[in-house]
């Protein structure tokens, strides 16, 4: 069982940068995935980044070139750092953490931009 904790969320003007952070709390084995997603108003959950126990990247087009992904297995935790941050990158982050055979997710962590 992995419990995964998401922190960052904020209200930033457009332009502006965030860090997001995801803390695993748990039965953290190896291979496994950690994942951001994010869920719009009215909208489906959709994926933004993903990294793999290995370091293996994946970002939605939307976000290529302005947002980062990045791990660090000694604290469990997964970022994404967000620069040039758009009103159409409000929504509520969520943390998924996900192995061949489980799936956990994180309650989420709003993030508006607006000025």
């Known amino acids: 069982h992995v419990q995964l904790v998401e922190s960052g969320g904020d209200l930033v003007q457009p332009g502006g940068s965030l860090r997001l952070s995801c803390v695993a709390f748990g039965s953290i084995v190896r291979p496994h995935s950690l994942s951001w997603y994010r869920q719009a108003p009215g909208k489906q959950r959709e994926l933004v980044a993903s990294i793999t126990s290995v370091g293996t990247t994946n970002y939605a087009d939307s976000v290529k070139g302005r947002f980062t992904i990045s791990g660090d297995n000694s604290k469990n935790t997964v970022y994404l750092q967000m620069n040039s941050l758009k009103s159409e990158d409000t929504a509520v982050y969520y943390c998924?953490?996900?192995?061949?055979?489980?799936?956990?997710w994180g309650q989420g962590t709003q993030v508006t931009v607006s000025s």
């Open positions: 998924k953490f996900a192995t061949l055979n489980y799936a956990s």
